[in-house]
């Protein structure tokens, strides 16, 4: 980050950063970009209340940006979405004045199921993963397994059952790595690691088609 806000302050540029799992982590608080010396004035901050209060699909965000940028973006958001639905504002306005409590159970909880799921994945034959420091996602590395990630992302959806992203989705590279949320409960979690160990026996069959 401060190579990238060395290189944005030198030129006309704004970082457009997405924080909206600030709230979500395990160790030490992230810190953000805006707050690198003279990045205050060249950051979009992004963030919503789908993660840090459990609120996905209520299609509520805010940015934090210099003063000079706020007009347009209000006629880019009122002509594009007309705006979010006056009950959703106030349940948002309830979750920011309401007690936080809730936030950090339920980041707790998050630490539990990571904890247990990342283990679980690092018994399987071929996955390696590192245990994530926030958010609800683990990223494993798949290659030890010798099937592309695509195919044994299909693969485990199609015959465990267990839904995964891609991780070449993220780019080329993401290649060699499958995304998991463990947004889910530990005994959901426990389930999918059972099925993935399962179909696990079938890797060098899964390799030699594809
Ligand atoms: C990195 C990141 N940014 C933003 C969002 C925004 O979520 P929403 O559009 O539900 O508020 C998500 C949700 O998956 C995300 O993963």
């Known amino acids: 980050m401060r190579a990238i806000a060395d290189m944005v302050r030198e030129r006309d540029l704004i970082v457009l ?27 979009v901050i992004l963030d919503g209340f789908s993660k840090t209060y459990a609120m996905t699909g209520w299609r509520m965000g805010y940015g934090v940006m210099p003063a000079w940028l706020v007009d347009a973006v209000n006629k880019l958001m009122v002509n594009s979405c007309s705006c979010v639905a006056s009950f959703t504002q106030r349940a948002g306005i309830a979750a920011l004045r309401g007690p936080q409590g809730p936030v950090d159970a339920m980041v707790a909880e998050f630490r539990r199921r990571r904890d247990a799921f990342c283990e679980g994945l690092n018994r399987i034959p071929g996955f390696r993963c590192p245990v994530p420091g926030g958010a609800f996602y683990a990223f494993a590395n798949v290659e ?50 059972a099925r993935i160990e399962k179909a696990a026996v079938r890797w060098e069959e899964v390799g030699a088609r594809s």
């Open 17 to 43: 950063a997405d924080e909206i799992y600030s709230r979500i982590y395990y160790g030490d608080a992230p810190v953000s970009i805006a707050g690198y010396p003279g990045m205050l004035e060249k950051t």
């Open 144 to 193: 030890g397994t010798g099937i592309p990630s695509k195919e044994l992302a299909d693969f485990l959806l199609e015959e465990a059952g267990v839904a995964a992203l891609n991780g070449g989705a993220f780019g080329e590279f993401g290649e060699g790595y499958i995304r998991f949320s463990y947004a889910n409960s530990l005994e959901n979690l426990m389930e999918a690691v």
